[in-house]
């Protein structure tokens, strides 16, 4: 049985920039949801010894396993979410290492920032927007429903969740407050450092 990570912070604790009431509906209906649906999926299979991620390459481009891998990659998916996000309490400080990279790879945080933001606005419809390491750069990347990074063959270290889900109950439809919310005040940029060096 696959379990329900818990969340690195409490429910309340990226207030004001994500809810409480979102966090529960997010974290403990929709991430819940897709986790039992994996368990039922994959009970009684081969598949249910597996790791997430072998269970992810294994369902992939599998029209007969697409139930079990968008369930799974969006377990996955919610579980890179929430590392990625940091409470308003902690230091958001870039690592020299990090911000060299950024700096090289987009010119400026500036850049950076902009670019996050346009290309989350620009996913139609529901999907992620990932900072991966794509050899010696930083490149953004975006999938579209239950894809993920990894099955792209580059290294991702950070993602925002663009599903309406993640943000309607207190954005609406005003999803570039809610990217920028997210970039300006709660990416995880420890988590990002630890997954570059790793």
């Known amino acids: ?27 403990g209906k929709h991430h819940q949801a897709y986790l039992d649906n994996l368990n039922k999926l994959v009970a009684g299979t081969e598949l249910e010894k597996l790791s997430l991620p072998e269970v992810i390459s294994s369902s992939a481009n599998n ?13 996955y998916n919610h579980d890179f979410f929430w590392q990625s996000l940091r409470t308003n309490a902690e230091q958001g400080i870039i690592s020299e290492n990090l911000s060299s990279l950024i700096n090289n790879s987009f010119g400026s945080f500036d850049n950076f920032r902009e670019e996050f933001k346009n290309l989350a606005l ?22 579209a429903n239950a894809d993920t990074a990894f099955l ?47």
């Open 1 to 27: 049985m696959f379990i329900l990570n818990e969340l690195p912070f409490g429910a309340s604790a990226l207030e004001p920039y994500i809810s409480e009431k979102t966090i529960q509906f997010h974290y």
């Open 122 to 143: 620009s996913q139609f419809g529901s999907g992620w927007v990932w900072l991966v390491q794509d050899g010696e750069k930083l490149v953004f990347l975006k999938t």
């Open 63 to 75: 029209p007969e396993r697409l139930g079990i891998f968008n369930n799974a990659a969006q377990v």
């Open 152 to 198: 792209h063959q580059v290294k991702p270290l950070l993602v925002i969740d663009v599903w309406e889900h993640a943000y309607y109950l207190d954005y609406q439809n005003r999803r570039a407050d809610f990217v920028l919310a997210i970039i300006d005040n709660l990416l995880n940029w420890q988590f990002a450092s630890n997954n570059l060096n790793n």
